[in-house]
């Protein structure tokens, strides 16, 4: 079966923009994660969701970052006034539950110039 | 401190060698561990899944836990060329942080023919 999808695969923008990262979740899939990767790091934890309700949002760096799920399927990492700091690797994750492995995504190259 | 340590490497073995690769963690509360393997430019994909302390075997991969030295390990045997990954550790405690992960940076592996 179809696995995590994320689009863009690449996503090139100027500081200050705003962008939108999608997530398509493996069906059947409640619980969908976000994450980050910068370049050789392992990834930090930004957000999960369980069903539609934002479970935990502690990893989110600051107000500039927020994330939907409004149909408990498909999830929008929504990013403003981006600065080249947040120029990384966004990986979403989803899994049966909570409590189940966690399958990620490829991952959306994220360059802020 | 962070939370999960990982040496990045870069470790560099021939075909056939055997392979340890480790991750120290500071957070007892930790229960779940997990090894991940990531090919360039690929998200993340599950190898090895371990709860609480012990040893798991699965083909050529052996996981090893201890809990009281807040150690993991992962041992290839036999290693091939296809091996050559970043390996990332990581760990949740199914607990407060339910579904959360935390990844050490990933170390990267390459074996030569």
């Known amino acids: 079966g179809a696995g995590v999808s994320q689009t863009p695969s690449n996503k090139v923008t100027e500081k200050g923009k705003y962008v939108e990262l999608r997530c398509d979740p493996i069906s059947g899939h409640t619980a969908l994660y976000w994450y980050r990767q910068s370049l050789g790091q392992g990834p930090e934890f930004l957000i999960y969701?369980?069903?539609?309700?934002?479970?935990?949002d502690s990893g989110l760096p600051n107000d500039r970052f927020f994330a939907v799920r409004p149909e408990g399927s498909v999830s929008t990492l929504k990013i403003q006034r981006t600065e080249r700091g947040d120029s990384a690797v966004y990986l979403c994750?989803?899994?049966?539950?909570?409590?189940?492995?966690?399958?990620f995504g490829p991952g959306t190259r994220l360059t802020v110039l | 401190q962070k939370e999960v340590e990982q040496d990045p490497g870069p470790l560099s073995v021939p075909e056939g060698a055997i392979v340890s690769l480790n991750c120290t963690y500071s957070n007892s509360a930790f229960q779940y561990f997990m090894w991940y393997r990531q090919y360039s430019r690929k998200g993340p994909e599950l190898l090895m899944y371990t709860y609480s302390s012990g040893n798991k075997e699965d083909g050529r991969f052996t996981a090893q836990v201890d809990k009281s030295s807040k150690y993991i390990s992962l041992f290839i045997r036999d290693s091939q060329p296809s091996d050559s990954a970043t390996y990332l550790c990581?760990?949740?405690?199914?607990?407060?942080?339910?579904?959360?992960?935390?990844f050490g940076r990933g170390t990267q592996l390459t074996v030569w023919p």
């Open positions: 969701f369980q069903g539609t309700g934002a479970a935990d």
């Open positions: 990581a760990m949740s405690d199914r607990g407060s942080t339910l579904g959360r992960l935390y």
């Open positions: 994750a989803s899994s049966l539950t909570e409590a189940d492995t966690q399958y």
